[in-house]
Every structure is written in C-alpha cells, then in structure tokens.
C-alpha cells in the first residue's frame, strides 16, 4: 500500500495553502503521517507490557508499535496466502 511521492515545497508555500482552504494533499506524505490516539488498556497489560519492555530494553510505545506493525505485517501475508 504506497503512496505517490509527494511534491515539494516550501514551508510558507504549504501554509499559505493551507490558509487558503487549497488542496494540500500531493505535498503531505501519507506514509509517515502520524495520528495520535488513546487506548484504554487494563492494568495486567499494562503491567505486562511495562515488563516487556523492560526484557527487551525499549519503552512501552515501542513495544506497543512494534506488535501492531508486526500483526499487521502477518496479516497481510496471511491475506496474500503468503503467510
């Protein structure tokens, strides 16, 4: 699933554009777009969570990231019937 390359321009050029009400789309590079979200987890995973990340030496979020690109990694392969 990848997106075009996005066009180029200058920070002012985007904002204005932006300001403007413009389609701003063709400059943003989807892939790396980021949305922060809240998940209401219980506190055993939490806490399993927190001990993983301490087995593995990385914090929590990445933890947490690393499992969903993984799962969504098998996913996809399973959906191809790679996997």
């Known amino acids: 699933m990848k ?12 904002d204005a554009k932006f300001d403007e009400g413009k389609d701003i789309s063709e400059h943003v590079d989807w892939d790396s777009a980021m ?3 809240n998940i209401s ?6 806490k399993a969570l927190d001990a993983e ?7 929590r ?3 947490i990231k690393t499992w969903i690109v993984e799962r969504l990694d098998r996913a996809e392969r399973e959906h191809k019937g790679v996997g």
């Open 35 to 37: 949305k922060i979200i």
């Open 41 to 46: 987890l219980p506190l055993w995973v939490i």
């Open 3 to 14: 997106s075009k390359k996005s066009k180029r321009i200058s920070t002012q050029a985007f």
């Open 53 to 59: 990340s301490g087995r593995i030496g990385i914090d």
């Open 61 to 63: 979020q990445a933890v």
